[in-house]
């Protein structure tokens, strides 16, 4: 329920607080996400797993480099991805 935070975040360029959603909640979700594609037991699940992986990772690039339109464009990437994440997994 943070990752909608982070464009706000990073628009007011409050870069120490993307970090510590992308390191405590986001990072937490992360481990929960492997456990559930490990419990579905699919490629598919895992490979949407890493494919989140992946964009919160982009979010942290992007807010080191303190650039707000890529971390903003990240942060919609990983919502997306998230939802499709769900979907795979508890269909």
Known sequence: ARLPEV???AEEKKWSQVQG?????????LQTMN?????????????AAKTVKQ???DI?????RKDSALCIKAA???AA???KFVKIAFK
């Open 7 to 9: 464009a706000t975040l």
């Open 21 to 29: 959603i992308i390191t405590g909640p986001l990072g937490t979700l």
């Open 35 to 47: 456990n559930v594609s490990s419990i579905a037991g699919t490629k598919e699940a895992a490979a």
């Open 55 to 57: 964009d919160l990772n």
């Open 60 to 64: 942290n690039a992007a807010s080191q």
């Open 76 to 78: 919609g990437k990983a």
């Open 81 to 83: 991805d998230l939802e």
